[in-house]
């Protein structure tokens, strides 16, 4: 046996079908890990737009109800408030809710307001002044194109500044609103027109107006980005089974989720 030491290697490396399986199989894992984050991913935004639209819902409703049912409240025996304008897609309404410096400061009208020889008591603030131009006596609901979407509209609330020559001062509620539906009702029997596109914007008699007790109010709402995944084929109704979006088109039949919601409103209205 010679001095010299054999060195052993092993010279055989991958093959090409191994490597081509590796490439494979790493694709195969990439591609999965894609598909899954980006589901979660659309799943986690449709999640939030739904969220974000079901906030804007609850916001529009909670205050346009809670207002609605200050509609018509007036000083005692007095006559003065009560609804101003009502239609299917927008309504206007007074309250006498106090003193010409609002229902939180007492008594600092110098008036007599309930009639018993004291002037500038505690409580007269709270029965009113008879009269509606004072600071928030007077109150407007509606929809405008919305600013940033002209396909879409934003919620108004239009509230009256004070003063015989006040204007109005306007403010958006909510955006991405669809459909804004009133019915008016006296014991069941006042009633809108029916909704349809030429007359949405017909408004009820004086007479009518005067004997409103009850308002049922529809909202519809969307989501600001459309869900390709998603088809929208619904169609939208108020609590009389009437359309209230998209007419006169049976479903919008788009990529945007919606949600509409409805409440009977009772209310005090005796102008």
């Not at 399986?21 to 790493?26: A, C, G, Q």
């Not at 459309?226 to 049976?250: H, M, S």
């Amino acid at each position: 046996m010679s001095g010299k030491i054999r060195l052993l290697k092993d010279d055989s490396g991958f093959t090409l079908v191994e490597l081509m399986v590796v490439i494979l199989l790493t694709a195969i894992a990439v591609i999965s890990i894609y598909r899954g984050y980006t589901a979660f991913s659309q799943a986690a935004d449709a999640q939030q737009q739904i969220m974000e639209m079901q906030q804007n819902l609850r916001i529009g409703m909670s205050r346009l109800v809670a207002d609605l049912r200050r509609a018509g409240i007036n000083e005692e025996d007095g006559d003065v408030a009560g609804f101003v304008v009502g239609n299917t897609i927008s309504v206007e309404f007074s309250m006498d809710l106090g003193s010409e410096n609002g229902p939180t400061v007492f008594g600092t009208d110098g008036l007599d307001n309930d009639d018993d020889g004291e002037i500038d008591e505690d409580d007269e603030s709270m029965i009113g002044d008879g009269d509606i131009t004072d600071n928030g006596e007077q109150i407007k609901y509606f929809l405008t194109p919305s600013t940033l979407d002209n396909t879409t509209n934003d919620l108004i609330r239009s509230v009256w500044a004070g003063g015989s020559t006040a204007a109005f001062v306007s403010q958006t509620l909510i955006t991405n609103v669809e459909a804004l539906n009133f019915v008016y009702w006296d014991a069941g029997t006042v009633g809108p027109p029916a909704v349809d596109p030429d007359t949405l914007d017909a408004p009820l008699s004086e007479s009518d107006l005067k004997v409103v007790d009850r308002v049922d109010v529809t909202l519809v709402v969307r989501t600001s980005n459309e869900d390709y995944r998603y088809i929208n084929t619904e169609t939208y109704r108020n609590l009389e089974n009437e359309e209230v979006w998209p007419a006169p088109n049976p479903h919008p039949n788009d990529n945007f989720r919606r949600r509409a919601f409805s409440m009977k409103v009772q209310i005090r209205n005796n102008i």
